[in-house]
């Protein structure tokens, strides 16, 4: 049976994909958080799960690649920085990055996709994310995920076309921009919704996340997945075979 380590395994979502583990058949490896030791853990597992911190992942990354053990991250928050970490991670050992380990989102993203590539740039787009009070990073992960799928969809990159909470005497909206606007309150676990807007007629797709348990069952899905896959930098897509 395959061996999943845990880095951030403390955390909520730590302790989700645990349950789910067992849960799935496969073997818990072990969890590591502030203060532990990841490289021992790294070299017990037959994949690593990474929900832990920004500040961590570049530590956490070099152990991965020392002990030639694949690696999800589902940390979100990342810089530009840390992203060209893990590309020169996924050099030496398989990576898989997303801002979020839901199946129903990495759906969500193939249609934001192919919606984008089919609307033109009169059809505006804006991304509305919901989560709760404790969240700490804006916009999420997943909200920036749709955002990336957009712009691929429209053959551009999201730093091209981004536009984060508008506020103030912002004149009218460019065309073929991107807008990303949060919200953050209560217990929100997660809801995202995309909308295309044009004269006349709009089209809203969305994805509300009720349980937490969905992105534990994402992760380990992709933990199995990605278990002795070659080096390179993978996708949530890839698991679907999107």
């Known amino acids: 049976m395959t061996a999943i380590g845990i880095y951030g395994s403390s955390g909520r979502m730590g302790r ?3 349950e789910q583990i067992v849960a799935e058949g496969a073997t818990l490896a072990g969890g590591v958080d502030a203060g532990g030791d990841p490289a021992a853990l790294a070299e017990v597992a037959d994949v690593l799960v990474d929900f832990s911190a920004p500040s961590a992942l570049a530590a956490h990354l070099a152990i991965a690649r020392a002990a030639r053990t694949p690696i999800v991250i589902g940390t979100t928050g990342l810089s530009q920085a840390q992203h ?15 801002g979020n380990t839901s199946l129903g989102v ?26 709760h009070r404790h969240k700490v990073d804006a916009p999420s992960g997943t909200a920036i995920l749709l955002g990336e799928a957009a712009a691929a969809g429209r053959g551009t990159t999201l ?8 506020a ?16 953050r309150g209560g217990s929100v676990i997660g809801d995202h919704n995309v909308i295309f807007a044009a004269e006349g007629e709009r089209i809203e797709l969305a994805h509300l996340a009720q349980d937490r348990s969905i992105f534990a069952r994402g992760a380990v899905r992709a933990a199995l997945w990605i278990a ?9 897509g890839d698991v679907l075979g999107l």
């Open 84 to 98: 060209g970490l893990i590309d020169a991670a996924a050099t030496d050992i398989a990576v898989l990055q997303t």
């Open 168 to 183: 103030g005497l912002t004149g009218a909206r460019t065309e073929g921009t991107i807008g990303l606007a949060s919200l």
């Open 16 to 18: 989700a994909i645990a």
């Open 106 to 131: 990495t759906l969500l993203a193939q249609l934001v996709r192919e919606a984008a590539a089919r609307l033109g740039t009169d059809w505006d787009i804006e991304i509305v994310e919901s989560h």
């Open 228 to 236: 002795g896959r070659p080096a390179g930098r993978y996708r949530m």
């Open 159 to 166: 730093s091209e076309l981004r536009v984060d909470g508008r």
